[in-house]
């Protein structure tokens, strides 16, 4: 059966999955890329980038487990890219180039209707308008019998946990304290969804948790 997971999201230790001040320069906020230093050294980032070379080991078995076995993402706007209100053009078509990393139909969470935008690789932006389980129901319809990752960012988590939607998470802690930022899990209580820990391996460069319903 589909499974909706968030899998490859890394917080702070204080529990916060992107810094202030998100703009062009700073895609994940200030300091955002500290977050996930952990993935971009390993040999499956730096095979996605068409690189050699990269570490191998725990950091690799997550990264490689964060992006295998889905066949539809779902994101934010905000993930997508920093232009807010209406789409100016269609010039815009994600921080990945011309071949996101997604290889599959990845649905973009928006108020502000776009057609698709179909790109190298098998990845195709859908923009879907009217809501978290609209978006939902096209991306478990485009997996078929694979799972559906929901990509982030940290809002759009939220409101997938807060609907009871999420079914499993693996969440990376890097070593990094950013005092404010987007929390992930301010105001949600985690057990009274029927989360609980079912797997933890820690690194140098993180702590790995895995937590399931």
Not at 5 to 24: E, K, T
């Amino acid at each position: 059966m589909t499974k909706v997971i968030v899998s490859g999201f890394s917080l702070s230790v204080d529990g916060y999955g992107a810094g202030p001040g998100q703009s062009l320069e700073d895609p994940l906020g200030k300091r955002g890329e500290e977050l996930h230093t952990w993935m971009v050294e390993t040999a499956m980032f730096h095979d996605m980038l068409g690189k050699d070379g990269g570490s191998r080991g725990v950091d690799n078995d997550y990264a490689t487990r964060s992006m295998e076995g889905f066949g539809a993402f779902i994101m934010g706007r905000n993930m997508f890219g920093p232009i807010r209100d209406d789409w100016p053009d269609d010039k815009w078509k994600g921080w990945w180039g011309d071949n996101p990393p997604y290889h599959a139909p990845t649905f973009v969470l928006t108020h502000h209707p776009r057609g698709p935008v179909e790109m190298e690789g098998g990845t195709v932006f859908h923009f879907v308008t009217d809501g978290i389980g609209a978006a939902l129901e096209r991306a478990k319809e485009a997996a078929g019998e694979r799972n559906v990752k929901i990509g982030g960012g940290v809002s759009t988590v939220r409101q997938y946990l807060q609907a009871g939607l999420v079914d499993e998470m693996h969440l990376a802690i890097s070593p990094v304290v950013f005092g404010n930022g987007e929390a992930l899990f301010a105001g949600i209580d985690l057990p009274a969804l029927g989360f609980s820990v079912t797997e933890h391996a820690a690194t140098d460069a993180a702590t790995h948790i895995v937590l399931a319903r």
